[in-house]
């Protein structure tokens, strides 16, 4: 088993990335009860961490305050920065030792990449091969390290009414976004063949959860209904999408860090398809019961809007080579997933309106300096 001891996550006040640090710290939101009785006992970090995050529109700092609060300065560091700036990540590699990336940070919205792709290169492709090219330079003499991609299941394509991707599936990226991420992915696999780079790769489906910035389907439709707003649904609502807990996606990265077989990919799934106007009829329930709405009401809000560009119909994930080859499983059952993530947005309101006042942004302008 191979040990954690300095690790970059870059976007690691995003989402994806505050759980991931928060779950080596031992310090889960809103994962008590039924599939997180274990506290992630494989999770036996005592290294340190280097969060490298440019604070755009959805990394927030504030996400990991308890954490630098505790371990700020002798186990936490917190650098405010992006991909984008080599010197700066040749530093990084240099002042810490870094032996282990961890690679979320990414332009990550389909809706975002269709009216504006040039960040989406900028940062996926481009800001991916400057981490390669550090990690090349300061990793050429070193044998325990290990540059780990996390990537998506929007870069197989779409899907008819069955089959699921697999690692071997051909990419078939359909929207900007989509085709950022799958060219950071073959720039991560040619390291490895050209340079012996030691990589893995992960390919996920859909992740849900708490700190999810509010744009993205569950939380945007959790807060529209709480504040009584339409209810958005592209098209005829039937796209399918596959489900998987932040905190499954979580353990699964970390399983791959520590026993994955460099050079290898790993699907990580949910095995957990939904229709889009199903899932939402399942959070129209939920929120209803536990906030008080008349849920009557609240579906006469749902609102059926044009569908976007390259709307990709269905994903699935075949994640049997993770659970095969390193035993991971998912934890979470869905259901109790998409209600204790209610309960945490219900019981963080003040984080949802802050995110959505923008006096995050103004904090962080504050206390970081303007980006």
Known sequence: MRVLNNVLVTGGSGFIGTNFIRFLFNREQGVSGDGFQDKAPEAEFSGRVINLDSLSYAGNPANLSDIEAEYGGKRYF???GGIGDSGLLDSLFGDYGVDTVVHFAAESHVDRSILGPRVFIETNVLGTFNLLEAARKHWKDRSETRFHQISTDEVYGSLEESGAFTEDTAYAPRSPYSASKAAGDHLVYSYFHTYGLPVTLSNCSNNYGPFQFPEKFIPLMIQN??????????GDGKNIRDWVHVYDHNRAVYLVLTCGKTGE????????????RTLLDAIIKTVSQKAGREEASVRAAITYVKD????????AINCGKIKRELG???IMNFEAGLEQTVDWYLANQNWVKTIQSGEYLRWIENNYGSR
């Open 308 to 315: 976007r560009p390259g709307h990709d119909r269905r994903y």
């Open 328 to 330: 991971w499983k998912r």
């Open 225 to 234: 209904i709480l504040e009584g707003k339409a209810l958005p649904v592209y």
């Open 265 to 276: 990919k790993y699907n990580i799934g949910g095995e957990n398809e939904w229709e889009n």
């Open 78 to 80: 917190f650098i405010k």
